[in-house]
Each structure stands twice: as C-alpha cells, then as structure tokens.
DNA sequence: GGGAATGTTCATTTTTGATTGAACGCAGAT
DNA sequence: ATCTGCGTTCAATCAAAAATGAACATTCCC
C-alpha cells in the first residue's frame, strides 16, 4: 500500500534538512533544497516561507546563501514581481567539485607542512600519507562525478 | 630556509584542527588527531592535556569519540597508570569507510523515498536520480580506498 | 499620494554544541 | 588509613550559528 504522496513530500523534505545538515548547510538551506528537488518546478519565495513554516528573513538568507553556491538559480518573470528558485540543473555537480576543490586545498595544504620538514624526519613521511589520502579522494570523488555525466 | 619543527608542528596541529572541524569533528578532536599524527609516536593523556592545554575532561570526551571512530587506539602499559593514545593503523582507511556508510545509508533512504511514489510521479525520477548520485559518489570513494590500500 | 506586496537587513533571541572545572571513584604507594 | 595521581562524569558556562521579526527600501497598483 502506498502512502500519500503529500507524506513522503513531508518526510522526504525532513530527511534533506537533516541529511544536509551532517555536510555543514543549515537546516533551513537543506529542507529548501530538498522541496525543489522534489517539486522540480521552479517555487516562489513566498511559497517557500510558507510551506516550510519559516521567516522570510531566514529564506532569504539561505537562499542568497544556495545562490551563492550554485545549488538552486534565481528566476525572475515579466510581470511578476516575485522571485522564484529551482534547481540548478547540474547541482550536484556543483556540490561535488566543491567537494574535490576542498579535499585538494587540504592535500596541497598538508603537503605543505610535509615539505618544511628535513627529509629525515618521520613526520615528513606521515604528513605525506596524509596528503596522499587526501588527494586519493579527491581523484575517487572525480571519478564519481565524470561517471555521472556520462550517465545522462 | 626551514622554520624550526616546532613551529611547523604547531601550524599542522592547529590546520588540522581547523580542517577536522570541517568535517563534522569537534576542534579539540582535530587537535588531538593533527597531534599524534605528527609525532607518530603515542602521547599520554596528560601530555595531551597539557600540550593542547584544554581541560582533562576534553581529552576525555575527544578521546572516547576518537575511539569509538576507530582513529586511534588506547595503550596501556604495565606498571604504568597512565592511557596512551596513538593513532590507529588502518585510521584513515577506517575513516573512509565510515563515509562509504554515510553515502550508502543516504542513497537507500533517498531510495525508499523514491519508491514509495507512483511510477509516473516525476519526482520519482528525480529522487532515483539524488540516489544515483550518492551510490556514485561512495563508488568513488570505495575506488579512492582500494588505490589507498594497494598504494602500501 | 496612499497602500499593498516583496525582498533585504540587522539587532535580538534561541538553539546547539563544545568546553570547563569541581566532584567523584578507583588503584597504587607510603 | 591516608594520600596522590589518574580518568570519568556532569552541571554550569561559553561561544558560535541559526532563526526570528521589526524596520526598511523598492516597486507596483489604485
């Protein structure tokens, strides 16, 4: 039997907000996000304040916040004076280069530290495992992302 | 020229606490990490205490947390009261494999969302698409892990 | 002009999480 | 027995982040 659709809406909204939340968006920024997704038609400002049962303040701040990221775009139309957000379509490609971008600042940063030290020191050799994994994740993450474009 | 080790260190116990934090770990967990790291070698639970200079009862919660992650290991030793921390073997590797979890457990429950809708919901489709999207990313990380672990 | 609708800003409040430090229990040493 | 060193616990404190809501500017409509 097949619950109502309106419920796995709800409940699926709740997941992002807090599945979103654990990768360091704000709770309100993960539950927007997670209502367009789900929609998949642009949504008015408003809407998203009622819908979601927030202040305006808080939409507009993390929606500035997801525009800046590149996970959601800003439409606008003639005549009406309302802004209204969808997806952006290559948003999780977004999400997943800023993923790799951090995760090779961190080698590069590590490796960094590695290098100040003399050759002989073995925290030399461990700074640079560390870089390593670092920049192994990044090519694994890569590797995701390119396996995904190819997939659509 | 090369800065003296203790400063660079310290600039690596303190990035590293910055850089875990990031990542969803309390600072002083980072800290201590970063620190054991360096030093390669185990490091009482006063050691830590004084070095970092937080209070006692922080290397304690941090440690337990750390444990309980699998990152380091508690040494005891005869004759001696103290607990020594160092790193776990296979620490970054355990690391890894918790994301794996996360993305994995993401993508199932993102899934189970997907299903319980009719098949001609568009929303279905895109929420198939958001669990593609973390099944891909933890095959790329599982992949990251493999290179890792014939890399020694 | 007045009024309604819209989004932004910012000071304030709320919430959340980390940290501290005192109290405690336990184990050896004296 | 008492004392000392060690780690844990937990209530209180502190700090950081997020959310609110009122004030504001702008635009459109009458």
């Known amino acids: 039997m097949t619950?109502?659709?309106?419920?796995?809406?709800?409940?699926?909204?709740?997941?992002?907000?807090?599945a979103l939340e654990a990768q360091g968006l704000p709770p309100i920024a993960g539950r927007m996000l997670g209502l367009l997704i789900f929609d998949g038609e642009p949504r008015s400002f408003s809407e998203l304040a009622t819908e979601l049962g927030v202040s305006r303040g808080s939409i507009s701040a993390n929606a500035r916040h997801l525009l800046a990221r590149g996970a959601i775009i800003k439409e606008n139309r003639p005549g009406d004076r309302q802004d209204y957000f969808c997806l952006a379509e290559q948003s999780f490609d977004t999400i997943l280069a800023e993923l790799i971008a951090r995760m090779t600042a961190t080698s590069q940063a590590v490796r960094g530290f590695a290098e100040a030290l003399p050759a002989e020191e073995g925290a030399r050799r461990r700074l640079c495992g560390l870089a390593d994994f670092y920049a192994a994740m990044a090519g694994g993450v890569t590797q995701a992302l390119q396996r995904l474009s190819t997939m659509r």
């Open 3 to 18: 619950l109502p659709i309106s419920r796995t809406r709800a409940d699926f909204i709740a997941y992002m907000g807090q």
